[in-house]
């Protein structure tokens, strides 16, 4: 390794948009399901 590592901070940076969204909408709402995390993923290590 170069000395270095890359981060990307995954989470919620807010709360309140419920209304009534299951689960699975929610986690792709803020990019935490597990199609968004692997885009992220793919674009750190590409980067």
């Known amino acids: 390794m170069?000395?270095?590592a890359r981060v990307k901070i995954l989470g919620v940076d807010g709360y309140g948009h419920w209304g009534g969204r299951s689960e699975e909408e929610l986690l792709r709402l803020y990019g935490?399901?597990?199609e968004s995390i692997m885009d992220t993923a793919i674009?750190?290590?590409n980067s």
């Open 32 to 34: 935490l399901d597990e």
């Open 43 to 45: 674009k750190l290590v």
């Open 2 to 4: 170069s000395g270095f």
